[in-house]
């Protein structure tokens, strides 16, 4: 009997430990600067406030392109020649794709853009985490580009506040030359696709309320 109720308690200490890192304070941008204040839907935005908010304010190139592209949505227009939008309001995801051989055919560029968009609700009920992730693919296969990569923002719902957070994500261990990542139209968890010098090794990355760890 006292064996099973010291399996028991530390089945229960394990338990408390894993929800205690889950709950752990997220890694907030410090500087105010780089928060958006929403103004609309502010308790329970969609895909698409997330996406109108982001974009206010392009800095970059890439954003330009994808606030252009946005506008053309949301006004009912159809995309730029060469490029596909998808909106998928329901399940909270966005992706736009811009086949550039399409766009400029006289380039012949090989190149492929995806930019995509989506959230999760945090365990906590106080938070929503927004991601955006973007991959370039050469004639098919993964090249880093300038933008490429996943960026994270936790949506603060009485603040109504979007801040960058880092860290939601853990590393990958082993040798690779590229890492590629695709975020969940439906269900939560992130597909992660890791390109070595043999081959590619595809695994998931599991959210669990609050972060995403991979799964076994």
């Keep these: 009997m006292k064996i099973k109720h010291f399996v028991l308690a530390c089945a229960a200490f394990a338990l408390t430990n894993v929800a205690a890192f889950a709950q752990e304070p997220y890694d907030v941008e410090s500087s105010s600067e780089y928060d958006i204040i929403m103004t609309t839907n502010t308790t329970s935005p969609s895909i698409e406030d997330f996406i109108t908010a982001l974009l206010a304010e392009p800095e970059d190139e890439l954003n330009g392109m994808l606030s252009d592209a946005w506008q053309r949505y949301l006004t009912g227009q159809p995309a730029e020649k060469g490029g596909t939008m998808l909106v998928d309001k329901k399940n909270g995801f966005m992706s736009y794709t811009v086949d550039y051989d ?15 968009m989506c959230y999760w609700n945090c365990a906590d009920g106080k938070h929503k985490l927004v991601a955006q992730n973007v991959v370039s693919t050469h004639n098919g296969k993964p090249a880093l580009g300038q933008y490429d990569g996943m960026m994270f923002y936790l949506y603060d719902i009485k603040a109504h506040k979007l801040s960058p957070v880092y860290s939601i994500i853990e590393d990958y261990e082993g040798d690779y030359e590229i890492i590629t990542y695709e975020l969940p139209q439906k269900g939560k968890n992130i597909k992660v696709h890791i390109h070595t010098s043999t081959g590619v090794i595809d695994k998931l990355l599991v959210w669990d309320g609050y972060r995403f760890k991979f799964g076994e």
């Design 102 to 116: 399409v766009m400029y055919p006289e380039d012949e560029f090989g190149m492929l853009l995806r930019v995509e």
